[in-house]
């Protein structure tokens, strides 16, 4: 049997403002790791629409993990350092504004992997961001 998030215990659901609030460090980067994670195989699957709820998610979760300072940015950097690629990808993308340099490394690593969705994202990232027509959030 596969490692999966839910396998694991983790269910990538969306959490309200409030949850999200009173999250520990430590919750809120399980929760992305299993929204990125479920993201990608949704992706992979062709379920656009839990791909897309999970994005929301991954957008909700980055911003309270971002609202808290270094210490949220710590923790994005340390997923860039993740097992797995999505995670390491999304992790990449939301660091560019704070750690341009370590996530263009990221992004780079993932634009020369196995061909796929993760890849493309990894592409286009970079060209986007380069070119300088990428909103750093």
């Known amino acids: 049997?596969?490692?999966?998030?839910?396998?694991?215990?983790?269910?990538?659901?969306?959490?309200?403002?409030?949850?999200?609030?009173?999250?520990?460090?430590?919750?809120?980067?399980?929760?992305f790791r299993a929204a990125a994670i479920e993201r990608a195989a949704a992706i992979e699957a062709g379920r656009h629409r839990k791909a897309n709820r999970e994005f929301d998610n991954l957008v909700s979760i980055s911003r309270e993990l971002?609202?808290?300072g270094v210490p949220g940015q710590r923790i994005m950097v340390e997923m860039m350092a993740d097992e797995h690629p999505a995670v390491r990808l999304t992790?990449?993308?939301?660091?560019?504004?704070?750690?341009?340099?370590?996530?263009?490394?990221?992004?780079?690593a993932a634009s020369r992997g196995t061909a796929g969705p993760l890849r493309l994202v990894a592409e286009l990232t970079l060209v986007e961001w380069r070119a300088g027509r990428m909103r750093a959030e």
């Open 1 to 31: 049997r596969f490692w999966s998030p839910r396998n694991a215990g983790f269910r990538s659901e969306a959490m309200n403002e409030g949850a999200l609030v009173v999250a520990t460090d430590p919750q809120l980067r399980a929760a």
């Open 91 to 108: 992790a990449a993308i939301k660091s560019l504004a704070f750690a341009p340099e370590q996530a263009e490394e990221v992004l780079v």
């Open 66 to 68: 971002l609202a808290r």
